[in-house]
Nanobody, 123 residues
Framework: QVQLVESGGGLVQDGGSLTLSCATS????????MGWFRQAPGKEREFVAA????????TYADSVKGRFTISRGNAKNTVYLQMNTLKPEDTAVYYC????????????????WGQGTQVTVSS
């Protein structure tokens, strides 16, 4: 079992930047692949980015590729999402997730979820 707590959300202007953090506790952090998902009002939850257990592989949604960067600090048991050049369409609740055995874009592959952090991008 692992617990996930996101932080770093907030209100930012169009073109601005934010860094989200997801602190974990419980089992060994390095045994989990980690992902970020988001859900905008009235929309389904969608994949944003994922990083493999060792950090050597990353995957991004096309909508954020080149603007967002996922990273992990295994010594700090934390995964990060650096978000640059934010757009109003990035407004959503962002969720951190951990996967026991899966690595990829499907939310059903992730076993543990945080409570989410709100990101609002104003135009």
């Amino acid at each position: 079992q692992v617990q996930l707590v996101e932080s770093g959300g907030g209100l930012v202007q169009d073109g601005g930047s934010l860094t989200l953090s997801c602190a974990t506790s419980g089992r060994t952090f390095s045994s989990y692949a980690m992902g970020w998902f988001r859900q905008a009002p009235g929309k389904e939850r969608e994949f944003v980015a994922a990083i493999s257990r060792g950090g050597g592989s990353t995957t991004y949604a096309d909508s954020v590729k080149g603007r967002f960067t996922i990273s992990r600090g295994n010594a700090k048991n934390t995964v990060y999402l650096q978000m640059n050049t934010l757009k109003p369409e990035d407004t959503a609740v962002y969720y951190c997730a951990a996967a026991d055995t899966y690595y990829g874009v499907a939310s059903r592959g992730y076993n543990y979820w945080g409570q989410g952090t709100q990101v609002t991008v104003s135009s």
